[in-house]
Structures are given as C-alpha cells and as structure tokens.
C-alpha cells in the first residue's frame, strides 16, 4: 500500500475523532464549516488539503475547488 494514502488516512481518522467526539469543539467546527486548508510538506513533496465541511473532514491531495 502506497504511503501517502496511508498517511492521509490515520491523519483524517485522528482529527474527525478529535473534533467531532468534543462537544466543546463544536464552535470551532463551525467556524471551519466550508473551509480548505493546504499545507504543503517538504519531507512529503505533496500537499495535504483538508477540506471541512459539516459532518466531517476529508484529506485530500489534490483539491480543484
């Protein structure tokens, strides 16, 4: 199995447990609600997009939108 999907997996998995498992995180979800956030690793070569929307966070790495 190629890494980069791995890692992207176990990264999505933590934080959609974090923040959506904390009632007291629930402001904070939603000031994010419609939000993508790029980071762009060095050690990867690839940017990882996370993209929020009402339900959950997806990782991606490519994001057209």
Known sequence: MPFMP??????ET???KLLW???A???ARQRLY??????TLQEL???LVM???????D???????
């Open 21 to 23: 498992q904390d009632k």
């Open 25 to 27: 995180l629930r402001a």
């Open 34 to 39: 419609g939000k993508v956030l790029r980071i």
């Open 6 to 11: 791995l890692m992207t997996a176990g990264i």
């Open 45 to 47: 070569n690839a940017p």
């Open 59 to 65: 990782i991606v790495a490519q994001w057209d939108g």
């Open 51 to 57: 993209v929020f929307s009402e339900q959950q966070l």
């Open 14 to 16: 933590a934080l959609n």
